[in-house]
C-alpha cells in the first residue's frame, strides 16, 4: 500500500532560497524529517555532476544547475516514490542523459515516474512508458 | 546543525520581507509606548494625589463640621444645616486617633484683615493657619509673585504689616477688634501651582500668642470666647480648626469620618488643599474616562494594522511555505515558521519596554512642571506583564486566524508565476 507520504514530488521548475547555499537548501528538508543524508548526498551529487555548486548560493547558480540539485533534493527525500515532473527541461543533452541514466538506476529500488517531452532519454530495460489520452493512461511502448 | 539551517533559512525569510517587517516592529514600539504612557497614568493615580494632598504645607490641618440633611419638597435639593462639633465629641475621637489640636476658626475674624507691604495691600490672601510648632511666617510663591507685581522688593527684608479691625457683640455689648501686628516673612513655600492662591502661613502658635490672646474683656482673651462659642453661632464659622501630628493619625480620623458619616448626618472635614485635592480627582477621573478611550482606540488601531501587516507578510512568504510543503513540512511546521517570523518583531518590539525606567523621571518631570510637585512614580509591574502577554496573545491569535485562512492548500501558491 503507497500513501501520499510515500511520494516525493519533484516540480518542474526548481524552487530554492536564492540567498542560501545549495547545500543549505537540501538541508532545508532536515528541518521537518529526521534524516542523515551527508553521504547519500555526496554520491548523488557526484552522480550528477553538481558537487562544486553545493557551496555556491542558489541565486548565483545556472538553470540546468539548479535543476539538477533540485532532482538531488528529490532523491535525498528517499521515499518510495519518485514523481519527476520534466527533469530534463532546463538541461542539454549531455546532463538530460547523466540524469536520465541515474534515474534509470534509482528504478532498481523505488518506483520512478517521470514525466518528459524526451521520451528516448529514458528508453531502458525497465522503463514502462504511458500515454495519456482522454484522461486515461495507456500503455505505449512505441513512443520512442 | 538542524539548529543553524534553521536560523538560515528564517533569517532568509525575514530578510525577504525586511520592509514589513521593520514597519511592524516600528509600530509595535509605537504601541508598546503608548501602553506604556497609560501604565504610567494609571500607575500614576495611586501616589499622584497622595503626593499631591502632602505637598501642601497645612495638610495636617482641617476643617471639621458636623451636618445634618434638612429634608426638602425636591428629594433632588439637598440641603444640609451645619453646626460646630463639640470638644467632647472630638475628645472621643482621640481616643482612637490619639490626641491632636483644638482650636476655634478665626476664618470669620480673619476676613476683616488687611496685609500691607511697603503701602501697598495684598488683596484676596487665604490665611492659612498650620499646626507646627514654629515662630515663623511664610507666603507661597503665588503671594510672592503677586507682591511683585505691586511693589519691588527684597527677599531678606519683606516685612508684612496685619491689620484686623472688626466689632463683635458680646451680650449685646460691642466690642472693637483693632489689632496690628508686623510679621517679617521667613520663608517663601512652592505649593503645587495647581490652583494656587496667594497664602500667608502662619503657624497656630503665633495666633495663639497673638491674635487670640487679645482681652476682649477684663478675662476674656479672644481665643477663649471663640471656643466657648454656641455651636451655632455665626462667629464660630460653625466648625473647629483641628491640626494632626501626622498623616498616619489624619488618616485614622479620616476613616472614622467616612465610618460614621452618610447622606443623613455626619462629619463634613473641609479646608483649601482638600478642596483642590477632590476636583484634582475629579479632572483626574475625567481624564482617566478618555484615556480608557483612547486605549480602545489603541487597541482597535493595533489589531487593523497588526492583520494589515502580518497578512502582507504571509503573502511574501506564500511561496516558501509551499516549497517548505512539498519537502515534508507539515502544517504546524509551516505555523511553527510563521509564528516565529512575527515573534522575531515581538521581541524586537519589546525592547522598548526597557525605556521605561528613563521614560519615568521624564514623567516626573512634566508632572512636575505641571502640578509643581514631585512625584515618585511607582510601577505595577503586574499590570505590564498582564498588557505584554494580552498584545502577545492578541497577535497570537490575529496571525493563527490570518495563516488558518490562507494556509488551507500551501502547494497551490507553487503556481503562482514569478
Given amino acids: 500500500m503507497i500513501s501520499k507520504?510515500?511520494?516525493?514530488l519533484v516540480l518542474q521548475h526548481p524552487y530554492f532560497l536564492g540567498d542560501l547555499?545549495?547545500?543549505?537548501?537540501l538541508k532545508i528538508s532536515s528541518l521537518f524529517r529526521h534524516l542523515n543524508n551527508r553521504k547519500i548526498r555526496q554520491k548523488y551529487a557526484k552522480a550528477l555532476q553538481i558537487s562544486h555548486i553545493l557551496q555556491r548560493r542558489a541565486n548565483v547558480c545556472s538553470g540546468g544547475e539548479k535543476a539538477r540539485a533540485n532532482i538531488l533534493r528529490g532523491i535525498l527525500e528517499r521515499k518510495q516514490v519518485l514523481l519527476i515532473d520534466e527533469p530534463t527541461a532546463h538541461l542539454d543533452l549531455k546532463n538530460s542523459q547523466i540524469v536520465a541514466k541515474l534515474l534509470s538506476e534509482l528504478s532498481a529500488n523505488k518506483i520512478v515516474i517521470v514525466t518528459t517531452h524526451q521520451p528516448s532519454l529514458f528508453k531502458s530495460g525497465n522503463t514502462i512508458f504511458l500515454r495519456i489520452k482522454d484522461g486515461i493512461f495507456h500503455e505505449d511502448n512505441n513512443i520512442v | 546543525m538542524k539548529i543553524i539551517t534553521l536560523f538560515k533559512v528564517?533569517?532568509?525569510?525575514?530578510?525577504?520581507?525586511?520592509?514589513?517587517?521593520?514597519?511592524?516592529?516600528?509600530?509595535?514600539?509605537f504601541t508598546n509606548i503608548t501602553l506604556m504612557l497609560f501604565l504610567l497614568f494609571f500607575s500614576s493615580s495611586e501616589t499622584l494625589g497622595a503626593t499631591l494632598a502632602q505637598s501642601y504645607l497645612e495638610h495636617l490641618s482641617v476643617d471639621v463640621a458636623l451636618y445634618e440633611s434638612q429634608p426638602t419638597n425636591n428629594p433632588l435639593i439637598n440641603v444640609k444645616s451645619y453646626r460646630r462639633p463639640s470638644i467632647d465629641y472630638l475628645n472621643s475621637m482621640m481616643k482612637v486617633t490619639d490626641t491632636f489640636i483644638i482650636r476655634p476658626d478665626y476664618s470669620p475674624l480673619l476676613h476683616e484683615k488687611e496685609i500691607m507691604v511697603l503701602g501697598k495691600e495684598i488683596p484676596n490672601v487665604l490665611i492659612t493657619i498650620i499646626g507646627e510648632s514654629t515662630n515663623e511666617i511664610g507666603v507661597n510663591r503665588a503671594f510672592y509673585n503677586e507682591l511683585n507685581k505691586l511693589v519691588s522688593i527684597n527677599d531678606d527684608e519683606i516685612l508684612l504689616h496685619f491689620y484686623v479691625k472688626t466689632t463683635i457683640f458680646i451680650d449685646d455689648e460691642e466690642v472693637l477688634i483693632d489689632y496690628y501686628n508686623q510679621f517679617p516673612i521667613t520663608y517663601i513655600y512652592d505649593e503645587p501651582t495647581y490652583f494656587s492662591v496667594p497664602k500667608?502661613?502662619?503657624?497656630?502658635n503665633i495666633i495663639d500668642a497673638t491674635l487670640g490672646n487679645i482681652f476682649l474683656k477684663p478675662g476674656l482673651t479672644l481665643n477663649n470666647y471663640l471656643l466657648n462659642l454656641n455651636p451655632e453661632h455665626e462667629l464660630s464659622n460653625y466648625r473647629f480648626k483641628c491640626h494632626f501630628k501626622s498623616t498616619a493619625q489624619k488618616e485614622t480620623f479620616m476613616h472614622i469620618v467616612?465610618?460614621?458619616s452618610n447622606d443623613e448626618r455626619g462629619i463634613e472635614v473641609s479646608g483649601d488643599h482638600i478642596n483642590k485635592i477632590d476636583s484634582f480627582n475629579a479632572l483626574y477621573d475625567y481624564l482617566s474616562i478618555l484615556m480608557k478611550l483612547f486605549l480602545v482606540f489603541v487597541i482597535i488601531g493595533s489589531i487593523v494594522i497588526y492583520v494589515v501587516i502580518a497578512h502582507t507578510a504571509l503573502l511574501t512568504i506564500l511561496r516558501q511555505m509551499a516549497l517548505f510543503a512539498v519537502l515534508g513540512a507539515s502544517k504546524r511546521h509551516l505555523y511553527e515558521i510563521y509564528l516565529f517570523l512575527i515573534i522575531i518583531n515581538f521581541l524586537l518590539s519589546a525592547v522598548s519596554f526597557l525605556l521605561l525606567p528613563s521614560l519615568l523621571p521624564v514623567i516626573s518631570f512634566i508632572l512636575h512642571k505641571l502640578l509643581g510637585v514631585y512625584v515618585v512614580l511607582k510601577l505595577n509591574y503586574t499590570m505590564l506583564v498582564v498588557m505584554l502577554s494580552a498584545n502577545l496573545l492578541l497577535l497570537i491569535i490575529l496571525i493563527t486566524i490570518i495563516f488558518l485562512i490562507n494556509m488551507r492548500r500551501p502547494l497551490l501558491y507553487l503556481l503562482i508565476d514569478d
Fill in chain 1, 5 to 8: 507520504n510515500d511520494v516525493t
Fill in chain 1, 21 to 25: 547555499r545549495i547545500i543549505d537548501n
Fill in chain 2, 10 to 29: 528564517i533569517s532568509n525569510l525575514y530578510k525577504r520581507n525586511i520592509k514589513k517587517n521593520r514597519l511592524m516592529v516600528i509600530f509595535m514600539i
Fill in chain 2, 200 to 204: 500667608l502661613y502662619i503657624s497656630q
Fill in chain 2, 258 to 260: 467616612k465610618q460614621v
